[in-house]
């Protein structure tokens, strides 16, 4: 076999080999989809008290080690869910220009985030947002990052270049805006989705941004 001959069995080799990936990777995330429309089928119809493993798996007619072999617990399942969300990464955002385009970029980022939980339904979010879920407690979370986005680097940004002043440190505000949005999911969810999600959002954190970030010379 001559080198030419050897270099285009090499590349067979290796298309095949990205095709048989492709579709391992094509099942594997079709298997994620079906578990997690089972899930969210229980969560809607039976709440998150018979959100159990051997209900998912049954409603999503895959085994329990199918179910492990993608997920650690239902918990995990439901935050990969909230965590894969097509969110907007506010280190990729542009240094402001001034305190007014911070703010509007930060509640353009939990904007998004509220647009992603309505999408996902009212039932759905009132179930995942359960004290019982640990996933949404930060002190608990070692593996994935918490399902709310943080924008501390952005403002850190911010702050550095001297465009704004923050009232308080950074994890604070984090907290603080952390605590706002999980205020304002449960309060969309308490009215079955009949709130102003959007807008209550919107004017509470702006609310909250317009007495914690000032220009430097205020």
Avoid at 102 to 111: E, M, S
Avoid at 126 to 132: C, L, M
Wanted: glycine share 4%.
């Amino acid at each position: 076999m001559n080198q030419e001959t050897q270099e285009l069995s090499k590349q067979q080799l290796k298309s095949q080999e990205t095709q048989e990936l492709s579709k391992q990777q094509l099942k594997s995330q079709e298997t994620k989809g079906k578990i997690f429309r089972a899930a969210k089928h229980i969560l809607q119809k039976k709440g998150y008290e018979q959100l159990s493993i051997k209900n998912i798996c049954e409603e999503a007619g895959v085994s329990n080690g199918s179910f492990y072999h993608h997920f650690k617990t239902k918990d995990d399942l439901l935050s990969y869910y909230i965590e894969e969300q097509p969110s907007i990464d506010p280190n990729l955002l542009d240094t402001p220009a001034n305190p007014d385009e911070a703010k509007q970029a930060i509640i353009y980022v939990y904007l998004n985030y509220v647009h992603y939980c309505q999408k996902l339904g009212v039932e759905f979010m009132a179930n995942y947002y359960t004290p019982k879920n640990q996933s949404l407690n930060p002190l608990t979370r070692t593996e994935r990052p918490y399902p709310i986005i943080t924008v501390s680097d952005y403002l850190k940004k911010a702050a550095d270049a001297g465009i704004v002043s923050l009232s308080a440190s950074l994890e604070d505000i984090a907290t603080d805006i952390r605590m706002i949005v999980i205020g304002n999911v449960f309060e969309w969810c308490l009215k079955n989705g009949e709130a102003d999600f959007e807008g209550n959002m919107r004017r509470s954190l702006e609310t909250y941004l317009n007495g914690c970030l000032k220009t430097e010379s205020q």
